[in-house]
């Protein structure tokens, strides 16, 4: 699978829209693009995924640039409780199974 | 519908003694895939099993751990003879046959003494 880069941390107030960056500059056209997070001490949890469209959820939104190279997650209105480490992930559509790969990550931080 | 079951969800072994993990994937879900996360440290992927094969072990260290996932009964994973590099949360996961997301465990935390 392709690789993903985003910054190591974030930092948001509470009530306030963040938006996530995730570059993947090496994505093919049957590539995926999957959002993971994981708050602490907990196992990830699944955000949302896309392809091609922009994409919303009772989580969050996904806009994907239309070269596909880059995303981002938007959280519209941040809580203390969307502190946690959020993983953009790049799978392709005919791997065997649902493997993910990890990265690295980012932590958001929100503030009260 | 309960969610994927992990047990123990923490487990203190000395040096040499050996670990087992439990994961009960959701219900109707027949492939697992186990994780292994070290201390302020990424998730690395370990093994992907179905039903009584195991389709991915690349991320397995070559000695001492194993894993497996009978026709009937949780997936385990095994570490016998265990270092204290071993101390991580070690995550399961299961999905469906079809393309989709991931569902986790809350984890299982080895300390070794």
């Known amino acids: 699978d392709a690789k993903t880069t985003q910054p190591n941390s974030m930092e948001s107030n509470e009530e306030e829209p963040v938006h996530l960056p995730c570059n993947h500059s090496?994505?093919?056209?049957?590539?995926?693009i999957h959002w993971y997070r994981q708050l602490p001490s907990q196992g990830p949890e699944y955000v949302i995924h896309?392809?091609?469209s922009n994409v919303n959820n009772r989580m969050a939104s996904l806009a994907i640039a239309e070269d596909r190279k880059s995303s981002t997650l938007i959280l519209h209105r941040a809580t203390l409780r969307d502190a946690a480490v959020y993983y953009c992930i790049l799978k392709r559509a005919n791997n065997a199974g649902n493997m993910l790969t990890f990265g690295g990550g980012t932590r958001l931080m929100v503030k009260p | 519908n309960a969610g994927v079951m992990q047990n123990p969800r923490h487990l203190v072994r000395r040096r040499g003694q050996e670990a087992r993990l439990r994961c009960s994937p959701m219900?109707?879900?027949?492939?697992v895939y186990w994780y292994r996360q070290l201390p302020e440290e990424g998730l690395k992927f370990m093994v992907y099993l179905q039903k009584e094969n195991i389709i991915d072990e690349s991320g397995m260290p070559k000695e001492r751990f194993s894993a497996e996932f009978p026709k009937e009964g949780p997936s385990i994973l095994r570490i016998q003879q265990v270092v204290r590099g071993d101390s991580a949360a070690y995550f399961c996961a299961s999905s469906g046959s079809a393309p989709g997301e991931l569902f986790f465990g809350e984890g299982s935390r080895l300390t070794v003494l």
């Open positions: 219900k109707g879900h027949s492939h």
């Open positions: 896309g392809l091609t």
């Open positions: 090496t994505i093919s056209g049957t590539d995926y």
